[in-house]
């Protein structure tokens, strides 16, 4: 391609709203155009990346031996009324009504339209398992969508539903997907970990993994073991102390309870928080019992934990089973407990109370009083209070001992999702019925799994990780062309000559060349090339005379000065390599 | 692909409602699912069809020079009030809000957000032209959508938009996009015609052709010369009498007046249409001046044209320069002119009469006396009734002069519209104000064309063009699979070996290969393959004992038995010589 007639414009400064370091960079190397918040054009140099994104995916599933289709971007709302999930999704499925006033939604994912698909199409176990998948457009009204393509209203998704007989079957076709999973991210670049994650709203039974890009950017925690292969998001992620309460006996609090002074109340006037009483009692935020009122369902519970942990609601809501959690409002807490905003505490409460393993082992706790400017001091659980409902009711924190193994402790990254694979189990195929005859002619229910890729969010991941203070630099796999052949000066006929000659050279290999042919100065065709990030460059200047071109790595940097034939054969070899 | 993990049903029967051939085979072969009204899922199989057709439209436009982006399904709808579509697009532009409550439409079309992209873009001549292409999901509310993927509601389209500095440079983009059109359907193996078309609603001044595939399905009639390469949508095209007049000075009617006899009436109870006036009087149709009227925009005017011609309402709403136009009620035409319905005629009519040439010509003819159960005959226009506004107003006839060449006459076809290329001219970029600067550093407005394919819409016109009794016949370069083969007994070791054999030296090949390795009767298995239509089959059966196949091209139907290497090279030939 010759530069002077791609539609390319680059930035000098980035719009002040970009706040990601990838949106910004995309957007000053001219690869995308915002249209509307969360929504984005994807100008002919994002759209090639995307592209190449896209075959890598396309390939991989296809030797994972997962077949490809298409289904519609408009789904009617009956079959999300008919999975329950109309109710439920919230605002950011985007709804709207055809000329008839028919409702339908705009797909941000596609298990009601897959299910009663393989639901009408297979009725016998010979015709199992199954593993499908499109690349697609995908529609997500986001709150609010930020971080360029991070976070978009409109974006391109690669979802996979494989149906299975049993849930041997759904265990070798997730491990299938999953190990295509490391090839597909690896062939991008990106530097990654699969954690395992909680099964969020999706619903179903058994494991599911997320594929995180490390960067710093990324919404999600991530919590690894300094020595084995341990790692989870953080919503999920537990300690080595909690996972063996879990599989030992329920603890009946500490047990040293003798030595324990009893139980005295003292005055801390004003002092609602666990700094404050820090600061004001001087004890450790350790030592301290953190008690937190919230509403699930429709059940209203008292969680406690240590005063340096913190709360994690998804594993509360998963131990009562319930399907909204919320913590409570001050007035609420006020109304059924008669306690003010920061004197809560476990001892005498008359609701519900749940503690964490961690405050469960205290001795000499500190807690809210239940009395207005009271705490108590020398709280021991079990003794004080009863340690009926006990379990992981926290977050894992930083240098937490790994749940895995017996040496590594917990550290923490950020991470950008831009994977998942999840065991559905039978959420969808029960209620669509998707049955299947098995060998014995008895009619059973599919085992289902969905695996799903960020395409266009793989792009933002990548620049997150692969950039210097110039721009982006692209692994060459996705790199929108792989060489960047640039003439310092067009008029110069030797200059423009040879530098035709390469160009042609290199297509007839099959290269892929972008030749900036721009009548500009050398340092503004510089500084665009290293915003726009293509790895391989080769500059041919005034020694060309004596048959040397300047070549350079974008992500070295470093420049060499090399005869013609030896910069086509780095170029082939480097090209050929990946 | 083995087929017995392949993810295809086909069905013995059609559905009820499916008309088209296309819609019935494609649904029986197991290439599309309905999920809604005009909404479909395309299966694996009718996705790598999809594919094929995708890509040959990739490669030809990138050929052709232009540059892939992909713009969002979803629109602003200021972009669309803005170029003043947004209150005429009416119901078949999908409309929706965010949870903001902004309006958005579901993009039925680009020409908006492209034309506002490269107004940001591009201010100077010395970046254009520039022709920009997107394959991308196009949805429009049909009111009654039908004949599968050829009347959809969600389809897969290629949409080019070019943007020149003045009109010769807008001929030569538009003859690229003309010339690859051509490549693209020639490669997709359709039958297919460029004929002009009218402009139609999406405006503009200037040219367009309409790429219509025969197909007797066709919603539209194409007339073509017999002689010449004249063609045009019968919306839009003339005849060789109607050319030569609307280049001469227009007709005072015809020349031999001086020989007829004076206006007579006549008495004709109840007789209202032309075939009532045929059989009572005994007069040919041809002589009988048929006069309806039309309100265009505020505006009321009768229409005349001969008895066997139909009236163009096109044509006449291009004259009239009108927005809309549509036949008066017979209560509008009672209350302005005091006549019932069928005694319309154009002596002493208060409204302005708009003659057909052809009309204009005739020296005895018959027509409504304006007055209930009573007709004129001689009616001589330009004795009897003004004729100061000719034009052509009908349809060309089959059968009538080409009007581009002396001897050919116009026969008439039926089309399905795969393409169409529009000059668009600066409809879009003057009310989006795209502008450039000229090399003088005046301001000008950019003069653009789009161009559209219907990329889903071709897998229909290629099935209605390439079909027989049994299913259907892919011109291979389309074809989900070049070969199909088949082992009759899969149980039978040697059969099965060889078939293996072949299957993995084919692949080697690089060619795509179906392996029926289903076990079902031999019956089943032809019955099947004859339905999908993959052009090249290798049956291995008992003759394998004496290393014999039988080969077989779909289209041709001829079965030869022939050496498994011969078979090897036939294939071979027939997928490199496309």
Redesign the interface.
């Known amino acids: 391609m010759r530069q002077n ?3 390319l ?1 680059t930035l000098r400064e980035s719009p002040g709203d970009a706040e990601a370091i990838s949106h910004q960079l995309m957007l000053r190397a001219g690869y995308i ?1 915002q ?2 918040a969360g ?6 140099l ?3 990346v ?2 190449k994104v896209e075959e890598i995916v396309r390939e991989e599933m296809d030797r994972a ?1 997962a ?10 709302a009956e079959l999300w009324k008919e999975s329950g999930r109309y109710g439920v999704y919230g ?2 499925l ?3 009504q ?2 008839h006033e ?1 409702e ?1 939604a ?1 797909g941000p994912t596609h298990e009601e ?1 897959i299910t009663t ?1 393989v639901r ?3 009725s016998s176990y010979r015709r199992l398992p ?1 593993t ?1 998948y ?1 690349i697609q ?1 995908k ?1 997500r ?1 986001e ?1 609010r969508p930020r971080f360029g393509l991070l976070r978009g ?2 974006f391109l998704m690669k979802d996979a539903y494989s149906f299975d007989t049993d849930w041997e079957g759904l265990d070798a076709s997730y491990q299938r997907m999953y190990k295509a999973y490391h090839r597909i991210f690896e062939r991008c670049g990106l530097n990654f970990r699969a954690v395992e994650a909680d099964a969020g709203a999706i619903g179903g039974e058994g494991g599911t993994h997320e594929f995180m890009a490390l960067a710093d950017i990324g919404e999600d925690t991530i919590a690894a073991c300094t020595c084995c292969g341990y790692a989870a998001n953080l919503e999920k992620a537990t300690s080595r102390a909690a996972a063996s309460e879990s599989v030992g006996s329920h603890t009946a609090g500490p047990s040293h309870s003798a030595s324990v002074p009893a139980i005295e109340k003292f005055h801390t006037p004003g002092i609602r928080t666990i700094d404050q009483l820090v600061q004001s009692v001087g004890a450790a935020a350790s030592d301290m019992l953190k008690t937190v009122v919230f509403v699930a369902d429709e059940q209203v519970v008292a969680v406690v934990v240590r005063g340096d942990h913190e709360i994690n609601e998804l594993k509360v809501k998963h131990y009562l089973g319930a399907e909204d959690i919320a913590i409570a409002d001050a007035e609420t807490v006020l109304r059924l407990t008669g306690v003010p905003t920061g004197f809560i505490g476990p001892v005498g409460l008359t609701l519900p109370v749940l503690v964490d393993y961690a405050a469960a082992e205290l001795t000499h706790g500190i807690a809210g009083a239940n009395e207005g400017d009271y705490h108590y001091r020398n709280v021991q659980p079990g003794r004080d209070f009863e340690l009926s409902r006990t379990g992981d009711f926290r977050n894992a924190a930083e240098g937490d001992g790994c749940p895995s193994c017996a040496e590594g402790t917990l550290q923490f990254y950020r991470g950008i999702e831009v994977g998942h694979v999840f065991k559905l189990g039978t959420k969808y195929s029960e209620k669509l019925g998707a049955q299947f005859l098995d060998s014995s002619g008895k009619s059973q229910t599919m085992i289902m799994g969905c695996y799903g890729i960020g395409v266009s969010r793989v792009l933002s991941a990548v620049v997150e990780q692969h950039y210097d203070a110039n721009g982006i630099i692209w692994p060459i796999g996705i790199a929108p062309y792989q060489v960047h052949l640039i003439p310092i000066a067009v008029k110069d006929e030797a200059q423009m000559q040879a530098a035709q000659q390469l160009y042609d050279r290199l297509l007839a290999e099959g290269v892929e060349v972008l030749l900036d042919d721009r009548d500009e100065r050398a340092g503004v065709k510089f500084k665009d090339a290293d915003l726009i990030g293509i790895p391989l460059r080769i500059v041919v200047g005034r020694d060309i005379a004596s048959g040397q071109v300047e070549y350079m790595e974008r992500r070295a940097g470093e420049k060499q000065a090399i005869g013609t034939e030896e910069a086509l054969e780095r170029v082939l070899a480097a090209v050929r390599g990946r």
Request: proline share 8%; no cysteine.
């Open positions: 007639q791609l539609m414009s155009r249209v509307a929504i984005y054009t994807y100008m002919p994002g759209r090639r995307l592209r031996g077949q490809e289709l298409l289904m519609p971007a408009l789904q009617p605002p950011e985007m709804r709207l055809d000329r028919r339908f705009l339209v698909l009408n199409e297979i199954v499908l499109q457009t529609f009204d709150r209203r409109e």
